[in-house]
Every structure is written in C-alpha cells, then in structure tokens.
C-alpha cells in the first residue's frame, strides 16, 4: 500500500473545514470541536514516535507500562461527563476497566493471535487499545444512565438493568450493521494494505466478538459495584 504523504493527507482537513465553517455560521461554539482535533493530531504524532521507539526495544516493561498509563486514562475520561462522586467511581471504572479488559486481551492475544513474544507491542498496544476505548465508551453510557435512573426511580435493579442495556446499544447497532452498512476499521485498514478480504474478515469477526464481551462485562462489573454507592445514597434519601 502506498505511503500516505503530508501533502495527501492535508485534503482530509477539507471537510473538517466545511464542518467548522457551518458550525460557525450556524452560530455555533467550534472551541470543543477545534481543541478535540488539535489534540487528536499531537496525540498521535506523539503516539508514534513512541510506538516506534517502543517497538525497536526488547522488553515487556514498556508494554506494560503503556498498558497502565492506558487503563488509567479509560478510567478518568470514561467519567469525564460525570461531576459526583468522581474519586469512588474512577476506582469502579478503573477496576471494571482492568478485570474486563485484561481478561479479554489475554484470550485475544495469547489464546487467538498467539503473540510471540507474549509482549510483542506490535500485537498488544493496538488490541488493547481497541479493547480499553470500547470499555471506556461502556462505562460512560452505563454510569450516566444509571445515575439519571436511580435518582428518578431509587431501584437499584431497575436501574441496573437499564443501564446495562443502554450500554451496549452502540456495539449491537455495530455487530447489526457489520457487512451491510460499514465496513470496520481493521478489516479496511487490513483490504488496503491487500490482505485477502476473507482473511481481513476473521481478524473483524475476533474484533467484534472481542469488544462486544468487553464491553458487557465491563458494564456489568461497574454496575454491580455501583451497587453499594447506589445503597447508601437511597439510605442519605430516606432514613
């Protein structure tokens, strides 16, 4: 596949710039959308210059390392639009996160993909990712549903129940519209770079099986340690 160049790649800021423009001419604030492109090109600037590094070495403690400092950050801005409690449920996120998303990288890498090294950061950091950023999309969707539903209903099982199916909307609409309507982002990426498309689609098929797991047991992890959360706040309401 060809190398993207600078030039090239500069024609995708085309419809960004049509976005913004009618963003500003609708009156709209484009402070948000411009800070989220500004930091999406630096972080992967950076990230590559650092996954290159990282992949010219020989060792798991950069790997591992990268893994934390990424469990860490799918915790704090999966609670980003949440203003309570922010301390105790970054530690449910956190715990959620890593149980689930752990547990799922392990059986994707060692058990289907057969990483050798089992650190190879090749294999690892780009799974991870995908796993970690699916969870941290979950527990967004499943901690701010359950908030608005337990402080209208005070049933913590309703309310669990609710959130958990809320949760994983956005990953059935995907696993519904796989093949039909989208073709997902490793299966492209793989068919551009001329891998045989019926290959591309099993390594879509572990992608799919792979964040839909995650994402249902992060939820359903972080749900069922909001529970005591949920419990003392029904005891502050009634006494």
Not at 21 to 31: D, E, F, G, I, N
Not at 75 to 93: D, G, K, V
Request: proline share 4%.
């Amino acid at each position: 596949m060809n190398t993207i160049s600078l030039f090239d790649l500069t024609l995708g800021l085309i419809p960004v710039v049509i976005t913004l423009s009618l963003m500003v001419y609708w009156s709209l604030s484009v402070r948000t959308a411009l800070i989220s492109i500004f930091r999406m090109l630096i972080q992967l600037l950076l990230i590559g210059y650092a996954l290159n590094f990282i992949f010219g070495i020989n060792s798991s403690w950069p790997v591992l390392l990268i893994l934390c400092v990424m469990l860490l950050a799918a915790s704090w801005i999966s609670l980003s639009t949440l203003s309570i409690n922010f301390r105790q449920l970054f530690l449910l996120s956190l715990t959620a996160i890593s149980i689930s998303g752990l547990f799922t990288l392990f059986i994707t890498t060692q058990g289907i993909l057969h990483a050798d090294p089992w650190y190879s950061p090749q294999i690892i950091i780009p799974i991870a990712g995908m796993i970690f950023s699916n969870s941290m999309n979950t527990i967004s969707l499943a901690a701010e549903r359950f908030t608005s539903e337990f402080d209208r209903s005070k049933d913590y099982l309703r309310s669990r129940n609710i959130a958990f199916q809320t949760a994983l909307i956005p990953i059935s609409n995907s696993l519904l519209a796989v093949g039909l309507v989208s073709l997902p982002g490793m299966m492209t990426g793989q068919i551009l770079s001329g891998v045989s498309p019926l290959i591309a689609v099993r390594y879509q098929i572990m992608v799919m099986l792979m964040i839909f797991g995650s994402a249902g047991i992060t939820a359903a992890i972080f749900l069922q340690l909001m529970k005591k959360i949920a419990l003392e706040e029904k005891v502050k309401v009634n006494p």
